[in-house]
C-alpha cells in the first residue's frame, strides 16, 4: 500500500516553468513504477510521463516529449515533474500514480494507486 500526495502546481504564463512533486508513504517506494498522467476539463486522463523502479528508463507522450522531465529520489520517497516551455494545453489536473508491476506503462488502468491531483493553468 503506498499514499501518494501531489504538490507544486499552480498558475504560470506561457513559456514559464513549474516543477511537481509526488510524496510518496511507505517503505518500498523504489519497488514502485511511477508516473504523471493529466485531466483537462472535458477529457479523459491521459499519459504525461513514466519512470522505472531506479529511474534509469523514462517515456514521454509525444506533446510533452522534450520539455517535460519526470526523476525521482528514491531516499526522499519522492517522484518529480519538470515542466518547460508551457503551452495552455497544458492546463489540467496533473496526478500521480504508482505501479507495483515492474513493466513500464501508459495506460490508467496499469496503475495500483492514485494522488489527488495538483491543478496546473497556463495563460497566454
Known amino acids: 500500500q503506498v499514499q501518494l500526495v501531489e504538490s507544486g502546481g499552480g498558475t504560470v504564463q506561457a513559456g514559464g516553468s513549474l516543477r511537481l512533486s509526488c510524496a510518496a508513504s511507505?517503505?518500498?517506494?523504489?519497488?514502485?513504477?511511477m508516473a504523471w498522467f493529466r485531466q483537462a476539463p472535458g477529457k479523459e486522463r491521459e499519459f504525461v510521463a513514466v519512470i522505472s523502479w531506479m529511474g534509469g528508463t523514462t517515456y514521454y507522450a509525444d506533446s510533452v516529449k522534450g520539455r517535460f522531465t519526470i526523476s525521482r529520489d528514491n531516499a526522499k520517497n519522492t517522484v518529480y515533474l519538470q515542466m518547460n516551455s508551457l503551452k495552455p494545453e497544458d492546463t489540467a489536473v496533473y496526478y500521480c500514480?504508482?505501479?507495483?508491476?515492474?513493466?513500464?506503462?501508459?495506460?490508467?488502468?496499469?496503475?495500483?494507486?492514485w494522488g489527488q491531483g495538483t491543478q496546473v493553468t497556463v495563460s497566454s
Open positions: 511507505g517503505r518500498t517506494f523504489s519497488s514502485y513504477v
Open positions: 500514480a504508482a505501479r507495483e508491476r515492474p513493466e513500464l506503462a501508459v495506460t490508467t488502468p496499469a496503475y495500483d494507486y
